[in-house]
């Protein structure tokens, strides 16, 4: 059954199983832990069984957006499910078997936008990931008490049943003890407030790109995902192999 006889509504969101039990689900586009997906609306219903966050984005996003992920050509060729490909302003002539057509400053724009809210996504989910890294090196019974030992910490005068446990359990003076707790209260707050300005400085360097070549420039550094071979070659990014130039490899995987 064509898009074009039954409504669909399109989401992005985290990656998991429960998207692919929902009847008529398709997931269009899926990386680092992020897809888009769409599903037909009548069976948009279910979406409440998913467990990780999603949300709804509009169809130039999740139809054109993602098609056109880093597309940097003006002209391309489509099949006939494309309706582009029997519009007189876009079609300009078929060539084995699909249509070449221009692209239009909305699907540019659609791939712009596309690209910017899955890298944010992805960035989130990885500094995310980071500060729980970063908490985890405290277990959880610690993590529990932390709050009310700093509290505590700040006030010496006052009841201190936390405080007075460790200083029975180490043997160690309260006010020692007192003073470690909130120099070690210090610097997680300080590596979180460092982590929170890494982030936004990349989620920044994304936002304040006008152009899908900006975007794919620091998709390559970022995440990993190579620049098409013609802008690797505008960029330089190419070797010799003999009389060949071929472009230079990518280590892939994030790098935030």
Wanted: charged residues 30%; proline residues 3%; aromatic residues 8%.
């Amino acid at each position: 059954m064509s898009t074009d006889a039954v409504k669909l509504k399109y989401y992005i969101g985290r990656r998991c199983d429960e998207i692919d039990w929902i009847s008529t689900s398709n997931v269009i586009w899926n990386m680092f832990g992020v897809c888009v997906f769409s599903v037909q609306e009548k069976w948009a219903r279910d979406l409440y069984t998913l467990p990780r966050s999603f949300e709804e984005i509009s169809e130039d996003l999740g139809r054109w957006g993602t098609k056109h992920f880093g597309e940097i050509r003006a002209v391309v060729k489509v099949t006939d499910e494309d309706p582009l490909s029997e519009d007189d302003m876009y079609a300009l002539e078929e060539k084995d078997g699909k249509t070449i057509i221009e692209l239009p400053q909305e699907r540019i724009d659609a791939a712009i936008e596309f690209m910017k809210v899955s890298a944010k996504l992805i960035i989130e989910d990885q500094y995310d990931r980071k500060f729980l890294t970063l908490k985890s090196r405290n277990s959880k019974l610690e993590q529990f008490l932390w709050e009310a030992q700093v509290r505590e910490s700040n006030n010496l005068d006052g009841e201190t049943p936390v405080i007075d446990s460790i200083v029975a359990a180490k043997g160690s003076k309260k006010e020692d003890v007192a003073a470690g707790i909130l120099a070690g209260s210090a610097d997680f707050k300080e590596k979180v407030v460092d982590l929170y300005a890494d982030m936004l400085k990349v989620k920044q360097e994304f936002s304040s790109c006008a152009t899908i070549k900006e975007l794919n420039v620091l998709w390559q550094k970022y995440m990993g995902i190579p620049v098409p071979n013609d802008q690797a070659k505008e960029l330089g990014e190419v070797h010799e192999e003999g009389d060949v130039l071929t472009v230079n490899a990518v280590d892939p995987g994030l790098k935030v």
